[in-house]
């Protein structure tokens, strides 16, 4: 079946450094992939998105690209922030419209 | 997108009874999901939630266990049946709609069971 590898965490890193936080996959075809994000105390936030293969997708300085020739969707921030500390989550959508996940990778950004 | 209410958004059970969670969306939806995070762990699916029939449950989830209702597009329930501690967990509603592919996420129901 369709599964979502992650790197593990938790990843600690200083305030602006670069971040990168690796995701590969495994399914039928080219599904829409997706990266959410948990902030302590806080509920899934879709972070964000690609549906088609060599897409980028980005948000609040965050990218990723929609790697087909090597299945994978790694997450990129050029300077990370102390607020950027949270939990971030790889999925892709099955048919029927239902998220596979990631494992979860913590990153922990210290000033 | 979509607003997504649950409740309660917390609640501390004793073993061996049962919770009924809710999930009111604002806008109706055509697809809807119960997840499960374990502490520390990452979202499993439960069940698709289908309107006017019966959940489609995954694997290793069975409906006498989290018995599932919904009524309408706007609207859903899941049950966690004679709980045990290992069930303590984040149960969250998510919704979707056909156009975008991503799923909404509800802030999640934490219980904790003794």
């Known amino acids: 079946g369709n599964s979502v590898t992650q790197m593990e965490g938790p990843v600690t890193l200083s305030e602006e450094a670069f971040l990168t936080i690796n995701c590969t996959y495994t399914?039928?075809?080219?599904?829409?992939l997706f990266w959410y994000v948990q902030y302590p105390g806080e509920g899934l936030q879709l972070l964000l998105k690609?549906?088609?293969?060599?897409d980028k997708g980005s948000n609040k300085g965050f990218e990723a690209t929609y790697r087909k020739e090597t299945t994978s969707f790694h997450l990129e921030k050029g300077s990370v922030q102390v607020s950027d500390s949270a939990v971030y989550f790889c999925a892709l959508r099955e048919a029927g419209g239902k998220l596979i996940f990631g494992q979860g990778t913590e990153l922990s950004v210290k000033p | 997108s979509a607003v997504i209410s649950q409740k309660p958004s917390r609640d501390i059970c004793q073993r061996g009874t049962s919770l009924t969670i809710q999930c009111q969306v604002d806008?109706?939806?055509?697809?809807m999901f119960w997840y499960r995070q374990q502490p520390g762990q990452s979202l499993t699916l439960i069940a698709t939630?289908?309107?006017?029939?019966?959940?489609?449950?995954e694997s290793g989830f069975v409906i006498d266990k989290f018995p599932i209702s919904r009524p309408n597009l706007t609207f859903s329930t899941l049950t966690v049946s004679n709980m045990s501690p290992e069930d303590s967990s984040i149960y969250l509603c998510s919704v979707g709609t056909s156009g975008t592919g991503e799923l909404f996420f509800g802030e999640g129901s934490r219980l904790t069971v003794l």
């Open positions: 806008s109706q939806v055509t697809m």
């Open positions: 690609a549906t088609k293969a060599d």
């Open positions: 939630a289908n309107q006017g029939s019966e959940a489609t449950y």
């Open positions: 399914a039928t075809g080219y599904p829409s």
